[in-house]
């Protein structure tokens, strides 16, 4: 039935398929109850069927202890279809399962028919490759608001992803609410204009550009996500990309050899030399803003950053030449470590995990952490040796800001050519782990990094069909073969460009973009060079 991502097995019977009418019930067994009402919302949205709940038959969830977490099985024959899951997850996934087994008009919002509604005779049994199945979407570049990020999230369940890294700060804005820091959203949450395309066409569209979301903005965000089965990650920024907060404080920023009450938010894109000083202060100041951030997101792992630090200013600081003799440490990349591993041990204290780029390797690894390896492999092999957990998602193959083919008419040309093929590809377990080791990769991310990205639209375009091979990788076990078959993924594709259509996903059509989606003139910054590491 063209499932995405591809489960374990699948067997296909055509005697046994289930009809659905007014009368099939759909039963929701102990803990699969809130499960239960998402199915028998889209499902009865989309078909007009009232999908009730009944003493047997038709549609029944339930918990089965002798699976794993996150795995399930269904049964569609003898007039029911069963979903077993191992936890609630599992329970959900495999709903999202019995909608793609329904055909693509079962994810529109209306019926567009009444009858003829029915699931295939089957039975399948499927579980996850990886725990964290995950997507960084960037809302600090391009603030998206509120309700295109709730639909995002509908957009990853129904693609089996589980973790949203949201990348809430940077030099071009700050998007949390944090009350006893008024002016972080107030001063650091816009900014004047902004960089149209790359540096080089020096092109600005003079126009203001700003959000943030409230604190309950984001509890609402991290609800919705949960009754999805999907854990929300922040991420706060820091020591560098930290010019929007340094605007709205100046105090935080090395004030001893920048005039740091003249910077405004930052309207170029890039990496930007002002970074945060490296005072008693600040450290207060940041754990002021994460105590409340710890309070909206329940999430084991905080993000801080860490990447792209440039260290001229701590260079020619005295302030911070004097920390680092305080302390008596090596130079400016120890005095970044030791900033990170304050940091490392302040959530830790409280329950949480740090993880960040893998630019937190350099000058010592905090203890505990774990690393978004993102420049290539080498990082997370480095972190997975030590035994650091890793998530894998090296800019070479899982950046989908990247451009999606080489010439002319695609939009922004950013990155390395990044094709629907070279995604479903991409393997995000190094070769050189051994099985020790390749345990600490607990799974692998999309980064979506929205410079390039004005709204919801831009992301659609960038993100699909590339998210769906991403989804298979990060869900679908490697074949005995190791060899993925991209022709077989292709025709399952047929049917979900189908499925993305009935979702609204204003997609990259397989034979390009379409005129309106195109951006002629602006400039881009491809790389024209080989992937590293292909």
């Given at each position: 039935?063209?499932?995405?991502?591809?489960?374990?097995t699948?067997?296909?019977?055509?005697?046994?398929?289930?009809?659905?009418?007014?009368?099939?019930?759909l039963?929701?067994?102990?803990?699969?109850?809130?499960?239960?009402?998402?199915?028998?919302?889209?499902?009865?949205?989309?078909?007009?069927l009232?999908?009730?709940?009944g003493?047997?038959?038709?549609?029944?969830?339930t918990l089965?202890?002798?699976?794993?977490?996150?795995?399930?099985?269904?049964?569609?024959?003898?007039?029911?279809?069963?979903?077993?899951?191992?936890?609630?997850?599992?329970?959900?996934?495999?709903?999202?399962?019995?909608?793609?087994?329904?055909?693509?008009?079962a994810?529109?919002?209306a019926?567009l028919?009444?009858?003829?509604?029915?699931?295939?005779g089957?039975?399948?049994?499927?579980?996850?490759?990886?725990?964290?199945?995950?997507?960084?979407?960037d809302?600090?570049?391009h603030?998206?608001?509120?309700?295109d990020?709730?639909?995002?999230?509908?957009?990853?369940?129904?693609?089996?992803?589980?973790?949203?890294?949201?990348?809430?700060?940077?030099d071009?804005?700050?998007?949390?609410?944090?009350?006893?820091?008024?002016?972080?959203?107030s001063?650091?949450?816009?900014r004047e204009?902004?960089?149209?395309?790359?540096?080089?066409?020096?092109?600005?569209?003079?126009?203001?550009?700003g959000?943030?979301y409230?604190?309950?903005?984001?509890?609402?965000?991290?609800?919705y996500?949960?009754?999805?089965?999907?854990?929300?990650?922040?991420?706060?920024?820091?020591?560098?990309h930290?010019?929007?907060?340094?605007?709205?404080?100046?105090?935080?920023?090395?004030t001893?050899?920048?005039?740091?009450?003249t910077?405004?938010?930052?309207?170029?894109w890039g990496?930007?030399?002002?970074?945060l000083?490296?005072s008693?202060?600040?450290?207060?100041?940041f754990?002021?803003?994460?105590?409340?951030?710890?309070e909206?997101?329940?999430?084991?792992?905080?993000?801080?950053?860490?990447?792209?630090?440039?260290?001229?200013?701590?260079?020619?600081?005295?302030?911070?030449?004097?920390?680092?003799?305080?302390?008596?440490?090596?130079?400016?990349?120890?005095?970044?470590?030791?900033?990170i591993?304050h940091?490392?041990?302040w959530?830790?204290?409280?329950?949480?995990?740090?993880?960040?780029?893998?630019?937190?390797?350099?000058?010592?690894?905090?203890?505990?952490?774990?690393?978004?390896?993102?420049?290539g492999?080498?990082?997370?092999?480095?972190?997975?040796?030590?035994?650091?957990?890793v998530?894998?998602?090296?800019e070479?193959?899982v950046?989908?800001?990247?451009?999606?083919a080489?010439g002319?008419?695609?939009?922004?040309?950013?990155?390395?050519v990044?094709?629907?093929?070279?995604?479903?590809?991409?393997?995000?377990?190094?070769?050189?782990l051994?099985a020790?080791a390749?345990r600490h990769?607990?799974?692998?991310?999309?980064?979506?990094?929205?410079?390039?990205?004005?709204?919801?639209?831009?992301?659609?375009y960038?993100?699909?069909p590339?998210?769906?091979a991403?989804?298979?990788?990060?869900?679908?076990?490697?074949?005995a073969?190791?060899?993925?078959?991209?022709?077989?993924?292709?025709r399952?594709?047929?049917?979900h460009?189908?499925?993305?259509d009935?979702?609204?996903?204003?997609?990259?059509?397989?034979?390009?973009p379409?005129?309106?989606?195109r951006r002629?003139?602006?400039?881009?910054c491809?790389?024209?060079g080989?992937?590293?590491?292909?």
């Amino acid at each position: 039935m063209d499932l995405i991502p591809a489960p374990l097995t699948a067997r296909y019977v055509e005697e046994w398929a289930l009809p659905l009418d007014g009368d099939t019930p759909l039963t929701a067994g102990p803990g699969t109850e809130a499960v239960g009402a998402w199915l028998r919302s889209v499902l009865g949205a989309a078909t007009g069927l009232p999908l009730l709940p009944g003493a047997g038959g038709g549609l029944e969830l339930t918990l089965d202890g002798a699976l794993a977490p996150e795995s399930y099985r269904i049964s569609v024959r003898d007039g029911r279809a069963v979903l077993r899951g191992g936890d609630p997850a599992g329970v959900f996934w495999g709903a999202q399962t019995l909608r793609q087994l329904l055909g693509p008009d079962a994810f529109r919002r209306a019926p567009l028919r009444r009858t003829g509604w029915a699931l295939p005779g089957c039975e399948i049994e499927d579980a996850p490759r990886f725990g964290w199945r995950g997507v960084l979407l960037d809302v600090s570049r391009h603030f998206l608001p509120k309700a295109d990020v709730l639909r995002f999230l509908d957009l990853m369940a129904a693609h089996k992803l589980n973790v949203l890294h949201l990348h809430l700060t940077d030099d071009q804005g700050w998007r949390v609410e944090i009350k006893r820091y008024p002016r972080l959203t107030s001063a650091g949450g816009w900014r004047e204009r902004s960089m149209v395309g790359y540096r080089s066409g020096e092109r600005r569209d003079d126009q203001p550009h700003g959000g943030y979301y409230t604190q309950d903005d984001l509890r609402e965000i991290v609800a919705y996500a949960a009754d999805r089965q999907i854990t929300v990650v922040p991420e706060i920024d820091l020591p560098g990309h930290a010019q929007a907060a340094i605007c709205a404080y100046p105090e935080l920023g090395n004030t001893d050899v920048v005039d740091t009450a003249t910077l405004g938010v930052w309207t170029d894109w890039g990496i930007n030399p002002n970074v945060l000083n490296v005072s008693d202060a600040t450290l207060r100041f940041f754990e002021g803003v994460l105590e409340e951030l710890l309070e909206i997101f329940p999430a084991e792992f905080v993000h801080l950053g860490g990447d792209e630090c440039p260290k001229d200013q701590w260079r020619a600081s005295p302030a911070a030449q004097a920390r680092i003799r305080e302390l008596d440490l090596a130079g400016e990349d120890e005095l970044q470590s030791w900033f990170i591993r304050h940091f490392d041990s302040w959530l830790t204290a409280r329950g949480r995990r740090l993880i960040g780029w893998d630019e937190i390797l350099e000058g010592g690894l905090a203890p505990g952490a774990a690393v978004s390896s993102w420049r290539g492999y080498a990082g997370g092999v480095a972190a997975a040796r030590a035994g650091h957990d890793v998530v894998m998602c090296p800019e070479q193959h899982v950046y989908l800001d990247h451009r999606q083919a080489a010439g002319e008419y695609e939009p922004i040309p950013v990155g390395y050519v990044r094709t629907l093929e070279d995604v479903f590809r991409f393997e995000p377990l190094p070769p050189e782990l051994d099985a020790e080791a390749a345990r600490h990769v607990i799974g692998t991310q999309a980064n979506l990094w929205t410079e390039f990205m004005n709204d919801a639209r831009d992301v659609d375009y960038r993100a699909f069909p590339r998210l769906a091979a991403f989804a298979e990788v990060a869900w679908s076990e490697l074949p005995a073969s190791e060899a993925r078959d991209f022709e077989g993924f292709e025709r399952r594709m047929a049917v979900h460009y189908a499925r993305l259509d009935a979702l609204g996903v204003e997609y990259r059509p397989p034979g390009g973009p379409y005129p309106w989606q195109r951006r002629p003139g602006v400039a881009g910054c491809p790389s024209d060079g080989p992937v590293p590491g292909v």
